[in-house]
């Protein structure tokens, strides 16, 4: 299947495939805004990079979850009544204020099958475990992952969108035995102060989980964005690995899976 990411900036993307459109995580606040998470502030360093007409054709949102670098004012106004929306628990209550009318609330391993354009898609939800401290992650709640089917007629894609998480073994059993063709993970080494430990993903735990879960293709997200995203997109080149594809924030990027077939 032919492919194009458009990064926004941040964990905000849109996937397209033919004529499907599947959007993550929208968050267009403004460079300068400073976001409280009640135990840090944290202040958007880089503008997002989108268009009006990005956001008019959305068929499938996924919202990992509820935190204001994910979810915002801003971009809950982006989702129509005409899409349908996955999300987790913590977040429904947000989506709901926006214009969405169709809203499947989704806990880790639960699944869902939805037909669209002619498109097949499972969607399952992941373990996020949003700190390498246990209480950490315990006070940020459960986000999700996702792991996403799409089939139309004989071809097949499966991608895993990580949402905000750390390498644990809970989340490789999770996709034991799962193929993954596109892994988009969460990247930025999320961190602020001097008690709370890393929030997401950072180089080593990627390598650990490409190691691991054997994706063909990875296109990393999140960060550079927000001044809690600490580890620069240097670090992940540093793994010095072919199948990671650095993507510019509000460049598309056009690619076929099973293919070295790239283009910007």
């Known amino acids: ?21 599947i959007a993550v995580d929208p968050v267009l606040c403004q ?14 360093i880089e503008q997002p990079v989108y ?5 008019e054709n959305i068929d499938l949102w996924l919202i990992t979850h509820n935190h204001e670098d994910h979810l915002d004012s801003i971009g809950l106004s982006k989702i129509s009544s005409s899409s349908k929306v996955i999300c987790n ?19 880790w391993n639960q699944a869902v099958e939805i037909d669209l354009k002619g498109y097949r898609i499972e969607i ?12 950490t992650a315990l006070l940020a709640g459960k986000g999700n992952g996702y792991y996403v089917t799409i089939t139309k007629g004989k ?15 809970k989340i490789i059993n999770s996709l034991e035995n799962k193929e993954i063709d596109l892994l988009i993970p969460n990247m930025g080494a999320a961190k602020q102060g001097s008690w709370i430990m890393t929030l ?24 550079g964005t927000f001044e809690h995203y ?23 990027m056009k690619f076929k899976l099973n293919e070295s077939n790239w283009q910007y």
């Open 155 to 169: 071809e097949k894609v499966k991608i895993y969108i990580t949402g905000d998480t750390v390498y644990k073994k």
């Open 124 to 135: 399952e939800a992941i373990p996020a475990i949003h700190g390498v401290s246990p209480l």
């Open 31 to 44: 460079k300068g805004t400073v976001q409280d998470y009640f135990w840090f502030k944290s202040e958007r």
């Open 1 to 21: 299947m032919e492919m194009i990411i458009n990064w926004i900036g941040g964990a905000t993307f849109i996937l397209s495939i033919g004529n499907l459109n």
């Open 89 to 107: 628990k913590n977040s429904a209550d947000l989506v709901r204020e926006s214009s969405a009318t169709d809203v499947t609330v989704l806990s």
């Open 230 to 252: 600490k580890e620069p997109a240097e670090r992940i080149a540093e793994i010095n690995d072919q199948r990671i594809n650095m993507v510019e924030v509000g460049s598309k």
């Open 51 to 55: 268009s009006e007409g990005d956001f």
């Open 200 to 223: 997401t993903l950072n180089s080593k735990m990627l390598k650990k989980m490409m190691d691991e879960l054997d994706p063909e293709v990875v296109i990393p997200v999140h960060y």
